[in-house]
């Protein structure tokens, strides 16, 4: 079993990205123009182990590792994008939330 403190092992996390993680998040999490950046495991097995641990049918699974939301605490947090890919999501976060 891989510790959520090595899920970003392996990716090139951008400098400008702010790590946000907190011992107690159930994830790791970086902050850039105005969105967090959710990291899961890079373990395909753990993935799916995680969703079904939060009562999800195997059936309904959605593949993820970068998860984007916007960077609020005093919102609901919304998906924004879900993505195996970082170069999607490095893409995706270069215009601040503001401008999209």
């Known amino acids: 079993m891989i510790t959520w403190d090595q899920y970003t092992k392996g990716y090139c996390i951008p400098t400008n990205w702010e790590d946000t ?3 107690n998040d159930e994830l790791p999490s970086f902050e850039t123009n105005g969105y967090r950046i959710w990291v899961n495991s ?3 097995a ?3 182990e995680s969703q079904e641990h939060l009562g999800m049918a195997a059936a309904d699974f959605k593949d993820w590792i970068f998860a984007v939301t916007r ?3 005093y919102e609901e947090y919304e998906d924004l994008l879900l993505s195996t890919n970082i170069k999607d ?4 976060v270069s215009v601040p939330y503001e401008n999209k």
């Open 21 to 23: 993680s907190w011992g």
């Open 42 to 44: 890079p373990d395909l």
């Open 46 to 48: 753990e993935r799916k």
């Open 71 to 73: 960077s609020s605490y």
């Open 89 to 92: 999501v490095i893409d995706f």
